[in-house]
């Protein structure tokens, strides 16, 4: 059995790794341009002089690891959310962020009519952590039943913060352009400082999230059952929702909300590698980013020299596979 279980592991990481490589090689190459792989390679390298080796350094390679830093962040994050909740249907989303980043990028654009992309960048990692701060205190800080009140508590202010935001856009045509290009999930123009910045978000809670994987393995058994092995359970829930509001802000911060990334990505790789928490936070990195890198490529390619949303794809790939799931094929 373990031979077995050894073997579909490999064979899957040889999967991952060659979509991946694909995946980045298909972002830098395709697009409205499409340009050979050896004039990317070459720009790779020492940089190029021509007109097609400057769009691969200064927009391509920008937007595809923006696109690999979002999806790695929501699937890592989906994963420990899973995990904390003890739910295989929760996803950041529970924390109020993507609600809490609309409300910020709104409100912004709204009172300073600013709409540059470093200012949206502040204003939506600044909303989804206020708005997962909130949701964390108003669940209380007790162990027992936590799990409940979070989810309830993230329901109240999601739907607060939604309908305050509807308001803003109703009344201010600015906000009401920024919101609609913004809540559709885009790549589009992405520069490497917005990278760095959203990068160091989403290295910082990434390294929380990979530290805590072990111990939220065990706190999914159940809190009493984790106390009694010694875990700190209020303490690594608040570190773990900490990591989720970083990697979540960072990615959201960076492409726009895009739904089911973090909540389909850990349901299909748990299929895989089973229940080992530790396992199921490695291989959901792997698999968002090449999902989220590979719904980019689609997007730039379906209404060529136009773009379409990145969120549009990446919904249109995981509304379908929740329906599967959630038909009761593997709910278990």
Do not use: K
Not at 258 to 267: D, K, Q, T
């Amino acid at each position: 059995m373990r031979i077995r279980y050894a073997a579909s592991v490999a064979t899957a990481a040889s999967v991952a790794t060659l979509a991946l490589v694909l995946s980045v090689a298909a972002s830098l190459a395709l697009g409205s341009r499409h340009i050979a792989l050896s004039i990317v390679c070459d720009a790779l390298v020492s940089g190029g002089t021509s007109h097609d080796a400057q769009v691969v350094v200064s927009l391509r390679v920008p937007r595809t690891l923006a696109a690999l830093l979002g999806g790695g962040a929501l699937g890592l994050a989906g994963s420990v959310m899973q995990a904390i909740t003890r739910n295989p249907l929760a996803d950041p989303g529970v924390l109020g962020i993507n609600a809490g980043a609309a409300f910020a990028v709104v409100a912004t654009t709204a009172t300073f009519g600013v709409t540059s992309s470093g200012v949206n960048l502040a204003a939506s990692v600044g909303g989804a952590a206020a708005a997962s701060l909130l949701v964390f205190v108003l669940s209380g800080r007790g162990a027992t039943g936590s799990r409940a009140r979070l989810a309830l508590a993230g329901i109240a202010v999601s739907a607060a913060l939604t309908s305050v935001t509807q308001a803003i856009v109703s009344s201010n045509r600015l906000a009401f352009n920024e919101f609609r290009f913004w809540a559709s999930g885009s790549l589009e123009g992405i520069d490497m400082t917005s990278v760095v910045c959203a990068g160091c978000l989403i290295g910082a809670g990434g390294v929380v999230a990979l530290l805590l994987s072990s111990t939220l393995g065990i706190l999914s058994l159940g809190d009493e059952a984790a106390m009694s092995l010694g875990v700190r359970v209020r303490v690594v829930r608040t570190l773990a929702v900490v990591s989720v509001t970083a990697l979540a802000a960072g990615a959201t911060a960076l492409a726009g909300p895009l739904a089911f990334v973090g909540l389909a990505v850990p349901l299909l790789v748990r299929r895989v590698v089973g229940a080992r928490q530790r396992a199921i936070a490695g291989w959901s990195i792997l698999v968002g980013a090449v999902w989220v890198c590979l719904a980019d490529v689609a997007s730039r390619l379906i209404l060529a020299p136009s773009e379409a949303p990145v969120g549009v794809i990446v919904a249109l790939v995981g509304a379908p596979f929740f329906i599967v799931r959630a038909s009761g094929r593997g709910m278990s």
